[in-house]
């Protein structure tokens, strides 16, 4: 007998944030240029869920923009969980 159904999704999409020249938004994750430091912010996978920060090097921000970077290899490049 089965109780539920495992559905997958995404997180919900912010109308109000764009990508644009300084920021780059993915499903539950940003890159962001602020001066010369740039910063990689993301959902934890801890319990409460909460938003975290690591300051990238300007080239991953920059892969990241343009899909040669994914979440996961961001994530394993600076050992964040």
């Known amino acids: 007998m089965k109780y539920y159904t495992i559905e ?7 109308k109000n944030r764009k990508n644009n ?10 890159v ?3 001066g010369e430091s740039y910063t990689f912010t993301f959902i934890s ?3 409460a869920g ?3 920060e690591v300051t990238i090097s300007e080239e ?3 892969a990241a923009k343009t899909g040669k ?7 394993i490049k600076y050992n964040v969980s």
């Not at 997958?8 to 912010?14: F, I, L, S, T, W």
């Not at 938004?25 to 940003?30: D, I, R, V």
């Not at 970077?69 to 994530?75: M, S, V, Y």
């Open 69 to 75: 970077i994914t979440f996961d290899e961001l994530c």
């Open 32 to 34: 962001k240029k602020d």
């Open 50 to 52: 909460k938003l975290k």
């Open 21 to 30: 020249e300084n920021e780059f938004f993915g499903n539950g994750w940003s």
């Open 8 to 14: 997958p999704g995404e997180y919900p999409d912010d």
């Open 60 to 62: 991953d921000f920059i």
């Open 45 to 47: 996978g801890s319990l």
